[in-house]
Every structure is written in structure tokens, then in C-alpha cells.
């Protein structure tokens, strides 16, 4: 009789691994890292990518919280809370939230005028946005949103084309970071586990393809 296959995500090594991704990717605005491989042993959740799993178990705990925009949100943070121990909060009071299919949000202007944006004293006491979206490739791509990235960590500037961002997410995004230190982070993934950052301190134009 064959065994079941009895590998699970690793809370520990696996996310670790995730966040040394995800440091690296905040030091070099527009690189991409794949996380698919620490990833593939999440069981499926409905409403949430596997990809957003792994970024939640890796960044939330008991000393932060989180709010949820997908389908299905109240059962995803019960189980987020549970396996983390982290508080599912308000969206004006969360330190992450995390989003599922961010061209099927309508209010974007007033999400991201609702997240924390940090004060003068305090600048990071303010909210990452994490958005799953359908691709992220340094080749052109029809129907995309090409993101031009200048600022620390990049040498001259790096190019990513995005499917699946409305461009008003950047472009708010762009108003919450006007007034550094003041602003909020963005992590991007996608399904099958690339990821790449656009730390506050990022400059973006971006350009629908």
C-alpha cells in the first residue's frame, strides 16, 4: 500500500526562505524571485493563492495584524489567525493586507487612502499591500501595465510589465509616497510564485500596454 504524501508547508525553513526573497527583492526594486517551490506543498484555499499563503505565514504574527480583500475573506483570516496567530483587523488599523484579484477591486482610491501611511515620527508604523496579480515577466507583454523603476537599489532603472494591476494602483500608490518618509510598500505575486517589491522609496511611472 503506497504512503500518502505527508509533506506540508514548513513554518519555519519555508519561511524563511520566503523572506530572504522578499528582503532581497525590497534591496533591488524589479527584480523578480520565484517562490514557487516553497509554495507548492500549501493546501489550496479558496479565494487566496497559494502565493499569498506563503507571504502571510512568512510576514504576520502575534505582534502584528491584517485585513483580507478577496472572496471568502472572513474564512481565510480565521484560518490566518489560527495558523499564526496574527489578528484580522479593520483595513485602516492593519499592518498588511492582502489581495487576491486586485482588478476586481472598485474602491481603490479609498483602500489605500484607509491604510496607515506611518507619521514623521514614526514612518513605518504604516500598512505593506499585497497584491496577487495574473503575471510578472521582464518581457513585453500585451495588455499589460509597464512599470518604469528608478531610486535606491537600482542602478540606472528596471522595466517589468504587469497583467492584472490596474494602473490607479500605481498611481495611488504614487500619492501615499509623496511625502517620504511617509508611504506605504507593495509586494506583487502571482500564482505560480514570482515575486517583486516596490518599496516607498521607489520611484513609478507606469504605462498601459
Request: some cysteine; glycine content about 6%.
Amino acid at each position: 500500500m503506497q504512503k500518502a504524501n505527508l509533506a506540508a508547508f514548513d513554518m519555519v525553513h519555508d519561511t524563511q526562505r520566503i523572506f530572504r526573497k522578499l528582503l532581497d527583492c525590497m534591496a533591488r526594486p524589479g527584480k523578480i524571485e520565484k517562490i514557487a517551490e516553497e509554495i507548492t506543498t500549501n493546501q489550496e484555499m479558496e479565494g487566496f493563492s497559494k502565493s499569498l499563503q506563503g507571504i502571510a505565514y512568512t510576514l504576520i504574527d502575534r505582534e502584528v495584524s491584517f485585513h483580507i480583500l478577496a472572496e471568502h475573506s472572513e474564512i481565510i483570516t480565521r484560518s490566518l489567525e489560527w495558523k499564526t496567530y496574527s489578528k484580522g483587523s479593520p483595513i485602516n488599523a492593519a499592518d498588511y493586507l492582502f489581495i487576491n484579484h486586485p482588478e476586481e477591486v472598485d474602491n481603490i482610491s479609498e483602500c489605500i487612502q484607509q491604510l496607515k501611511n506611518g507619521t514623521l515620527s514614526d514612518p513605518h508604523d504604516s500598512a505593506t499591500v499585497v497584491l496577487c496579480v495574473d503575471e510578472i515577466t521582464v518581457s513585453k507583454v500585451p495588455s499589460s501595465l509597464k512599470l518604469t523603476m528608478r531610486g535606491p537599489g537600482i542602478e540606472t532603472s528596471n522595466v517589468v510589465y504587469i497583467k492584472g494591476l490596474p494602473s490607479k494602483w500605481i498611481e495611488e500608490r504614487n500619492l501615499a509616497t509623496s511625502e517620504f518618509p511617509l508611504g506605504i510598500d507593495f509586494i506583487l505575486t502571482t500564482n505560480c510564485g514570482d515575486i517583486m517589491a516596490l518599496p516607498r522609496t521607489t520611484l513609478v511611472e507606469s504605462e498601459g500596454l
